[in-house]
């Protein structure tokens, strides 16, 4: 576990710099303008309600963008992230922008020893972080370990079910190809074991994908369709209530069949098939 847990850091480390880079963050309109708030805040808003003097914390903050949005509301906000690369990119906006915000380093489960009990009125969470966690019992405890008595959780996640379907497919059915249920061990190691196993008793793995817009899966189809439009990943992610994790996914599985290097090919690949 300790393994995976190394790797997922060295995973998000080596994304902060692009994701601070990407439009679907918006961070150049954070530092011009002091009202822009994240397009996640902007749709939780309505169900978050008045946040404003609360102390609040975003456990898996990332690269700040959402924590940053919620201290605009009001809140005096901690983020709390392991990543000291996406915490460069966060430090470094909070200190462009002077919102109230600062960001500490730390595994979410030593997030009460870290920030101290009964200390905050909101924990935030939330957009693809959970489905990183070995326990979930172990987070609760740590939500709960946080919040004063009568404090609230806001969190906003896919349905657990969208991180059991398959890579996409030859045949492009969509089929239950991981585990439901919560596991020590990482889904990477079950694929790769069940892989293994499958070819010491004589079996054959499947081949690699076709080409063509025809071997785009239902989902592809849906993100890549949105994609070409010119809506964000995080749009798209909000649009189709999946991660952006998922819509990466699924856009880069798009890409590869249609044989393009990227968005700005969408449209045209996605046309000339239809035509
Ligand atoms: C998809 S991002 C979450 C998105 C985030 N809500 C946002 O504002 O963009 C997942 C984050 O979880 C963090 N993470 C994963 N496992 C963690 C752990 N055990 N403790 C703390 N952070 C963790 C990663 O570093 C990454 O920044």
């Known amino acids: 576990m300790e393994d995976y847990r190394t790797l997922n850091k060295a995973s998000w480390d080596d994304r902060a710099p ?8 918006s961070v150049e309109r954070f530092a011009a303008d002091p009202a822009f708030i994240s397009d996640v ?17 975003h456990l898996q903050c990332h690269i700040g963008t959402d ?11 901690t983020g709390l992230d392991f990543s000291p690369a996406a915490l460069t990119q966060a430090r470094d906006l909070a200190g462009r922008t002077g919102d109230d ?3 500490v380093e730390a595994d979410v489960y030593d997030a009460v020893g870290v920030l101290g009990a009964d200390a905050f009125d909101l924990v935030f969470t939330g957009i693809g972080a959970l489905c990183w966690l070995p ?17 609230r959780l ?3 996640e896919a349905h657990p079910m969208l991180d059991t379907l398959s890579d996409p497919r030859e045949d492009g059915l969509i089929v239950v190809d991981f585990t439901y249920f919560e596991r020590a061990e990482p889904m990477s190691g079950t694929r790769a074991r069940a892989r293994e196993e499958l070819l010491a008793a004589g079996g054959r793995p499947r081949r690699s994908r076709i080409g063509g817009v025809e071997a785009l899966t239902a989902s592809e189809l ?30 880069a599985g798009a890409y590869r069949k249609l044989s393009i290097q990227g968005r700005a090919e969408l449209a045209e690949a996605l046309s000339s098939a239809a035509g």
Request: aromatic share 6%; no cysteine.
């Open 101 to 103: 915000a600062r960001f």
């Open 18 to 25: 692009a994701h601070a880079a990407s439009p679907d963050y």
């Open 222 to 251: 849906r993100v890549a369709r949105r994609a070409a439009l010119g809506h964000t990943n995080r749009q798209i992610a909000q649009e189709l209530f999946v991660t952006i994790k998922a819509v990466e996914k699924h856009l």
């Open 41 to 57: 805040v902007l749709f939780d808003q309505p169900l978050l309600g008045d946040v404003a003097g609360l102390r609040g914390v």
């Open 154 to 156: 806001f969190i906003r």
């Open 67 to 77: 924590t940053i949005s919620l201290a605009r509301l009001g809140a005096s906000m």
């Open 135 to 151: 326990s979930v019992r172990r987070w609760a405890g740590v939500v709960a370990g946080l919040l004063r008595p009568g404090g």
